[in-house]
């Protein structure tokens, strides 16, 4: 076992943390606060933020999507460029956090900010970021990766650099208090897939690594089995938290990752406009299945160790059937319907989208290629 | 739930990474290697330093004492001012860390460095540190804390400081390959404690900091349940991340914390120069008996998380009943021998030294008050 780790990002955890955000910014900042759709407007966190940077020189730009997009995110890019912006503060969940991570290095790219996506620019520098987290599930907020989006081909696609690492994260649990009933859900369910790519793979003698992501697993199992309590301060905490350490780096570092899921979820958000957490609980059972040699002994682990299950021959299945009907419990589907009915041409465009973004072989055994993804596809499409 | 938390030591893991420190080290950098008793020129250890640090302009301090002392330290602090030290390589255990630590920032203060243990000097600044790890035991090489002796007073204290955090720490299984058994029990046992010390409070809702402190605790259990397996990469690479992840603020952040174990066994130690972690295992199973019904919520937790054991009116007797049969299974004592026979002397001794030192009132209840202190040195003391 071999890794370099550092998590740098001070948090600050708690509820009336957002004041403390001008003690990290420096007082000479000219701040861009980039932000959603408003909700933040709503809930309060907005007049939160604008009390803390009084004295600050800050302009603001909004509208960046779910699953944001290099077209929105360019037109940051201008304003930070042409108002000579040098920090920029990030309002939301992962969408917004990881749009500001682009707009941050793009900012200091002469060229086209897609080509950091293509690894054609290497990040080489970044604007300073501060993140003030309103949607727990990607642990964005402290970690050095982010998604975006290319409207124009449909392509989603991800880069990690530790220039775009925010500076400050605060995770404050009441500025969830106001998030609808289907992010709360699709945040647990990807702060747990977000696991599972880091543990789900082959066992590599990492104790601390697998303990520590079964507790995650455990706590997010019972936030999630105790959904009706959701509006309690202890459930949103408990929630935020969790979310941050499932993809901060700390329970991947030194052991296999796999993130197949991910890759191929990503082409139903940008085909089909499903939500992010929903794509991993339509790819997820059907792709464990599907590799389940693979990855019995940890299924069986994760069977004992997450859901008390007792050893048995079929015990990696029944822990595949476990992890299936905690999406149902929380009515989250495990099925494709959003293509609009023609499964076989599904799974044609959505294997062809794979191609062309250079997705034929995924895995951490290298072991799902264009057949294996096909016969996930027949699965996990209704 | 309030914390603020971060940790920017950069972790280099793994064998073979002491090969890495040059590319942390600037170059221009004029460095201080600081050492203990000369085990590292056994191991091979020094010499792959002093490979490493090939073209950089250092030199080195041995002779560092486990729980080090101001007056060896202040000889190291008088080197750095004479020759213009700007960098500070600890290779060694907690001691070692501890004390370069206080070198740090006592090199960059005028007046007498023990202000700082005292308090009448607040740390402004430190010089920069690295660590390599060959014992693992304290945390010290990722955090902010350090501990050091006061030989003229037998007055062992602590101080914390983000300055004298290092910037980066090399954890090297191999390193620990000729340590003596004696030694990695010790560690084994102090990461325990530290564990327990922000475990065993009272119930705070904290989800994660109690499931990563259970996912610790069953790891050093089964490490020390598998100690005849100990000269393996496996149980080296293990313990050695354990033990980081005990004390490196993460499980204790936003939790209440004890520490009175510490504290009186720090006497032990300055009095009796029982082993630090043994001093721990001495004051432990005696101070959660005399405080069971502060901790009666979490010893059941622990009980039936770690331990596996089931519920019964009398768990939290069982659990401290387990604690200490684990101690006896590691045959590490749970009684002090070492005062030469008198109990009613020594308990005397330490209570007039816990005095003198300001320890009058310990625990995360400040429940422990200098007749408790008694009661619990009454069952600790042979």
Redesign the interface.
């Given at each position: 076992?071999?890794?370099?780790?550092?998590?740098?990002?001070?948090?600050?955890?708690?509820?009336?943390?957002i004041a403390?955000i001008n003690t990290v910014i420096p007082a000479d900042s000219k701040v861009l606060v980039v932000y959603g759709g408003g909700s933040i407007k709503k809930n309060g966190v907005y007049d939160q933020v604008a009390q803390a940077l009084e004295g600050y020189q800050w302009q603001e730009f909004s509208g960046v999507e779910p699953n944001p997009t290099v077209e929105t995110l360019n037109k940051a890019v201008e304003i930070v460029k042409a108002e000579g912006i040098n920090y920029l503060l990030a309002v939301g969940g992962g969408s917004v956090i990881d749009g500001t991570k682009y707009i941050a290095a793009a900012s200091l790219y002469d060229g086209d900010g897609w080509d950091i996506m293509t690894g054609d620019y290497k990040v080489t520098g970044a604007l300073p970021i501060g993140a003030i987290l309103t949607l727990p599930a990607t642990g964005s907020e402290s970690n050095k990766g982010a998604v975006v989006t290319k409207k124009a081909t449909q392509h989603k696609s991800g880069f990690l650099s530790p220039f775009v690492q925010p500076k400050f994260a605060v995770l404050d649990p009441d500025s969830m208090k106001t998030l609808p009933e289907r992010q709360q859900l699709n945040g647990l369910v990807d702060a747990w897939v977000h696991v599972c790519e880091q543990y789900i793979t082959k066992p590599a003698?990492?104790?601390?690594q697998d303990?520590?992501a079964?507790?995650?697993l455990?706590?997010l199992k019972?936030?999630g089995d105790d959904f009706a309590n959701r509006d309690s301060d202890?459930w949103r905490?408990?929630l935020m938290?969790?979310a941050n350490?499932a993809l901060n780096g700390l329970i991947g570092?030194?052991v296999p990752q796999d993130w197949a899921t991910h890759m191929m979820g990503h082409e139903l958000t940008a085909l089909y406009n499903v939500d992010h957490a929903r794509s991993l609980a339509i790819i997820q059972p059907s792709l464990l299945r599907n590799q389940i040699e693979f990855k019995r002994d940890k299924l069986e682990q994760m069977g004992k160790n997450v859901f008390g299950l007792q050893q048995s021959a079929d015990l990696a299945e029944r822990t595949i059937d476990a992890i299936e009907g905690f999406y149902h419990s929380l009515n989250v589907p495990t099925q494709l319907t959003e293509h609009g009915g023609d499964k076989a041409a599904a799974i044609s465009e959505i294997l062809e989208q794979l191609k062309s973004h250079g997705m034929t072989v995924l895995g951490e055994n290298q072991s799902i290629n264009v057949d294996e993804m096909n016969k996930i596809l027949d699965n996990a499409v209704a």
């Open positions: 076992m071999q890794f370099s780790y550092s998590n740098p990002t001070n948090i600050f955890f708690g509820q009336g943390q403390a003698d990492g104790m601390v303990g520590f079964e507790a995650l455990k706590n019972a936030l202890s905490a408990n938290w969790s350490q570092a030194g």
